[in-house]
């Protein structure tokens, strides 16, 4: 009468404890047979032990094999928990998808939740600190945060807040705004996501004006070094995946250094001739109806 699969069902059936009752009767079963004259029978519960821990041996050597075979295994922790589900949060977010790398958005407007399901992502409504998401913010798969809302005193919280179930070197934050020159910057509760002097602002705004979030494959003949000479300040990196899809966010406290056959995320701003070409070739075709008017 459960609601458990036939994958969960097949799991239990090989990895349930089964032992407790044999355990539980057999000093019982072995005094009676002692009593009725059968000596061999203080050998039970020594061997109904035996058996008992070598079917668990077995059953945790096989559980893991088993569990992905039926495909009812806990995904790993690689994935990212994105606090905010606004435009970057989503580019961010999708980008992320497409490289097989789980990614839930959590947002308390609506509006952003919305727009997050109809692009297929995975979403949580709701504020990540309250008692609500403690229990109904499904995080299995999850091992980072990377808090990114236009609200600082949110990140902070959420920094905190899942730090200790994390790890403190799990835990980005990306500031909102560029800090004035000449003040101290305020420290994070989290690693400073994307590098210093990287915020929300500037990238909302870039991503704005057509900048996407574009994949470049690193390799002998084009380097990381390379990467950054070509795209000089019209590039932010912000991921760098391994060959193993193992993922690195690019942080002031952290030194990536994406080698051959890595792949880099990194929003690209638009190439400014691309906006020229359209209006070039608007003002052709303006001219072109202009001489086909004239000639009929």
């Given at each position: 009468?459960?609601?458990?699969?036939?994958?969960?069902?097949?799991?239990?059936?090989?990895?349930?404890?089964?032992?407790?009752?044999?355990?539980?009767?057999?000093?019982?079963?072995?005094?009676?047979?002692?009593?009725?004259?059968?000596?061999?029978?203080?050998?039970?519960?020594?061997?109904?032990?035996?058996?008992?821990?070598?079917?668990?041996?077995?059953?945790?050597?096989?559980?893991?094999?088993?569990?992905?075979?039926?495909?009812?295994?806990?995904?790993?922790?690689?994935?990212?928990?994105?606090?905010?589900?606004?435009?970057?949060?989503?580019?961010?977010?999708?980008?992320?998808?497409?490289?097989?790398?789980?990614?839930?958005?959590t947002d308390m407007l609506w509006d952003n939740v919305s727009r997050a399901r109809m692009a297929g992502l995975q979403t949580y409504y709701g504020n990540p600190l309250s008692e609500h998401a403690?229990?109904?913010?499904?995080?299995?798969?999850?091992?980072?945060?990377?808090?990114?809302?236009?609200?600082?005193?949110?990140?902070?919280?959420?920094?905190?807040?899942?730090?200790?179930?994390?790890?403190?070197?799990?835990?980005?934050?990306?500031?909102?705004?560029?800090?004035?020159?000449?003040?101290?910057?305020?420290?994070?509760?989290?690693?400073?996501?994307?590098?210093?002097?990287?915020?929300?602002?500037e990238l909302s705004r870039r991503l704005a004006r057509g900048a996407e979030i574009r994949q470049t494959n690193i390799s002998e003949a084009f380097s990381f070094e390379q990467f950054g000479i070509?795209?000089?300040?019209?590039?932010?990196?912000?991921?760098?995946?391994?060959?193993?899809?193992?993922?690195?966010?690019?942080?002031?406290?952290?030194?990536v250094q994406p080698k051959p056959g890595w792949v880099v995320l990194a929003l690209v701003d638009a190439d400014p001739d691309e906006y020229k070409r359209p209006a070039k070739t608007e003002k052709?075709?303006?001219?072109?109806?202009?001489?086909?008017?004239?000639?009929?």
């Amino acid at each position: 009468g459960s609601t458990l699969s036939w994958r969960e069902r097949g799991l239990l059936a090989w990895i349930a404890p089964r032992g407790i009752v044999a355990a539980a009767v057999i000093a019982l079963f072995s005094l009676q047979l002692e009593q009725k004259g059968y000596t061999e029978a203080v050998l039970l519960v020594p061997l109904t032990f035996v058996i008992i821990i070598g079917t668990v041996v077995l059953q945790s050597l096989t559980a893991g094999p088993l569990a992905r075979l039926l495909k009812v295994a806990e995904p790993g922790s690689g994935g990212f928990l994105i606090v905010g589900a606004n435009p970057l949060a989503r580019a961010i977010a999708k980008a992320l998808s497409q490289n097989d790398v789980s990614v839930r958005l959590t947002d308390m407007l609506w509006d952003n939740v919305s727009r997050a399901r109809m692009a297929g992502l995975q979403t949580y409504y709701g504020n990540p600190l309250s008692e609500h998401a403690e229990v109904y913010l499904n995080t299995a798969g999850l091992g980072r945060v990377l808090a990114m809302t236009a609200d600082e005193h949110l990140n902070e919280l959420a920094c905190t807040r899942f730090k200790g179930d994390f790890g403190p070197k799990r835990v980005f934050a990306l500031r909102v705004g560029a800090r004035e020159k000449g003040r101290k910057a305020v420290s994070l509760a989290g690693l400073e996501a994307f590098g210093e002097g990287t915020n929300f602002v500037e990238l909302s705004r870039r991503l704005a004006r057509g900048a996407e979030i574009r994949q470049t494959n690193i390799s002998e003949a084009f380097s990381f070094e390379q990467f950054g000479i070509n795209y000089g300040e019209r590039a932010v990196p912000l991921f760098a995946i391994d060959p193993k899809g193992r993922v690195e966010v690019f942080a002031t406290e952290a030194e990536v250094q994406p080698k051959p056959g890595w792949v880099v995320l990194a929003l690209v701003d638009a190439d400014p001739d691309e906006y020229k070409r359209p209006a070039k070739t608007e003002k052709a075709e303006a001219k072109a109806e202009k001489l086909d008017a004239r000639t009929q």
